[in-house]
T-cell receptor, first 115, second 113 residues
């Protein structure tokens, strides 16, 4: 049963610290999305990649957030320095651009708490 | 451009009653449409999808949705609610020429015994 994996599942850190979240997309998927979910803002798209190239990161605060895909099996989202307002659940999703419909498969999320 | 509006952030039904969650979309080109469900402390999972084939789409757990182009709607229904249906439901649209989906704000479904 192929699924998207995310690590860590939970992260508590102090303001100012660097946070790195990792995502392993489903093997063969060539599109990766990063979302942030909060009670106030709901589900927000931060960035997405196709064939490891960033296509859209307009939803991401550029001064502190960065997203990369070092290889086809790993996507990372980094926050440096972290702030309390970054507390949220961060989801990674993957999909295949060869699929006509663009269905996305979501990981379980990383729950980030910045104190 | 594409957008989606979910009418009603909270819906409450009794167990055994009809579930109706509303979704209206806007897309400049023919869309693909999706319903996702999110259970507490989990990621979103696909319930069903419309991809320009049959307008009435059946999904998992007894849910179905009907694509109505004239009304730009894709409402989600289930004839009889079960306690296990309590979750948050998201409607999403992707224009056929777009690389990403746009999600609605979500509707929280509560099922009363």
């Amino acid at each position: 049963d192929a699924r998207v994996t995310q690590t860590p599942r939970h992260k508590v850190t102090e303001m100012g610290q660097e946070v790195t979240m990792r995502c392993q997309p489903i093997l063969g998927h060539n599109t990766v999305f990063w979302y942030r979910q909060t009670m106030m803002q709901g589900l927000e798209l931060l960035a997405y990649f196709r064939n490891r190239a960033p296509l859209d990161d307009s939803g991401m605060p550029k001064d502190r957030f960065s997203a990369e895909m070092p290889d086809a099996t790993l996507a990372t989202l980094k926050i440096q320095p972290s702030e309390p307002r970054d507390s949220a659940v961060y989801f990674c999703a993957s999909g295949s651009v060869t699929s006509r419909d663009g269905e996305q498969y979501f990981g379980p999320g990383t729950r980030l708490t910045v104190t | 451009a594409q957008s989606v509006t979910q009418l009603g952030s909270h819906v409450s039904v009794s167990e055994g009653a009809l579930v109706l969650l509303r979704c209206n979309y806007s897309s400049s080109v023919p869309p693909y449409l999706f319903w996702y469900v999110q259970y507490p402390n989990q990621g979103l999972q696909l319930l069903l999808k419309y991809t320009s084939a049959a307008t009435l789409v059946k999904g998992i757990n007894g849910f179905e949705a009907e694509f109505k182009k004239s009304e730009t709607s894709f409402h989600l229904t289930k004839p009889s609610a079960h306690m296990s249906d309590a979750a948050e439901y998201f409607c999403a649209v992707r224009a056929t020429n777009a690389g990403k989906s746009t999600f609605g704000d979500g509707t929280t479904l509560t099922v009363k015994p």
